[in-house]
């Protein structure tokens, strides 16, 4: 049976290009109950973000989702009717050749990465046809505005996050009830400089910080710092008021829970970011380090969206923190940053809770892909019908 979707992607690093590709098609699979292809280059890292994912399968079912592998050379198939390409990933050139010949041909779609720049909006949904084939590739762009393609999130996401039991979480992993005061922080980030002050800070608080490390990146640097040759699951080492917990990589939902668990959420790269907003707990975010410092100006895009409805209070002392955390010039260090965030937590937590509701207004970026498509898809039949040659009735 042929595809409704078919969805290409590149595993190019940190899991961020196929947890987004996985997420979107775990979603029009689920909520809109159409028939996914997922199609990925490395299905080894796929199983680090959903371990159901079997490495040496040519083709398999996952969540109601046909997961292929991306290999060369490319086996023909029929394409879907509409086609995502995410992240600028090429299309292979025995794929494209079939979509050129299909009538109507599919509705291709370049999934773009997200960002609050305010050029997104004038660049979401623009054309670019092919150079060769009769075929037309469109732009979407997923944003925090809803002139975007807005953001991935499922119908039943607030439905589970009103009903998770934070309590239950804990004893899950054998950490059970919080200290008096004690303030339960979730750490996921890049290789930063920044992080040795940060936790100088949390070590010399006054008050108890339980630091919960998924593993990746940013554990040896950690390691480093606590004076061991080795940091792994099920290790807690001390200092001072901090307690440091690494934890295994996660799946997509197990890290949902961590982000609703927590107290505050330091989250890096581009669908973590998103997660930890619609978790309507405190984030601070890393943004992936780019050449020339591109990733500042995406930086100060969002904290202006992110900070619009804030108190000055807080906007000051969140745009302190993420910048510091960034390593932007003229931002505080990390122990001043850290000081006056605590000064005015529970105005920063008043804030964060209201923030899904803000970014609801940019729209579900699977409803407003389908309905792109849809739209796309009967352009194409009107416009076939429109050229082909009438039949002449009379007699």
């Known amino acids: 049976m042929r595809p409704d979707w078919d969805i290409f992607c590149n595993v190019i690093d940190n899991y961020g290009d196929i947890g987004i590709a996985w997420r979107l098609a775990r979603g029009l699979a689920r909520d809109h109950g159409v028939n996914v292809r997922l199609w990925v280059d490395d299905l080894a890292a796929f199983r680090r973000i959903w371990p159901a994912v079997e490495t040496g399968a040519h083709a398999q079912r996952c969540e109601g989702v046909t997961v292929r592998r991306w290999a060369a050379p490319f086996e023909p198939v029929q394409p879907a009717r509409r086609v995502v390409e995410a992240f600028g990933c090429a299309l292979p050139d025995v794929y494209l050749a079939a979509m050129a010949i299909q009538e109507p041909p599919p509705v291709w779609i370049n999934l773009e990465y997200l960002s609050a720049e ?143 668990a927590c107290d505050l959420n330091f989250v890096r790269g581009e669908d973590s970011c ?85 970014l609801a207004r940019a729209g579900r970026l699977s409803q407003k892909l389908v309905d792109f498509a849809e739209s796309g898809l009967k352009l194409r039949v009107f416009s076939n019908s429109q050229s082909s040659p009438q039949q002449d009735t009379h007699p």
């Open 118 to 260: 305010p050029w997104v909006s004038a660049h979401h949904g623009l054309p670019s046809p092919h150079p060769r084939l009769p075929l037309t590739k469109y732009f979407f762009f997923p944003g925090y505005v809803p002139e975007t393609g807005g953001l991935l999130v499922e119908t039943d996401y607030f439905a589970r996050r009103s009903g998770f039991d934070a309590d239950a979480y804990w004893r899950s992993l054998g950490l059970g009830a919080r200290q008096p005061d004690e303030l339960r922080v979730s750490l996921f980030a890049y290789e930063n400089a920044a992080l040795p002050a940060l936790l100088d800070a949390w070590a010399a608080g006054a008050q108890p910080l339980l630091c919960l490390v998924p593993e990746g990146r940013i554990v040896p640097q950690l390691a480093a710092w606590l004076g061991v040759a080795e940091l792994a699951p099920g290790m807690n080492p001390v200092r001072g008021a901090l307690r440091v917990v690494v934890l295994p990589f996660a799946d997509q939902d197990a890290y949902d829970h961590l982000l609703w």
């Open 274 to 358: 998103v997660r930890a907003q619609w978790a309507a707990h405190p984030m601070v975010w890393q943004a992936y380090p780019q050449a020339g410092e591109a990733h500042w100006r995406k930086l100060e895009a969002l904290l202006a969206l992110y900070l619009q409805t804030a108190p000055l209070t807080v906007a000051d002392a969140v745009r302190g923190i993420w910048q510091g955390w960034n390593g932007m010039p003229g931002a505080p260090g990390m122990a001043t940053a850290w000081t006056a965030w605590l000064a005015v937590r529970a105005e920063i937590e008043r804030h964060a809770a209201a923030r899904p509701v803000q």
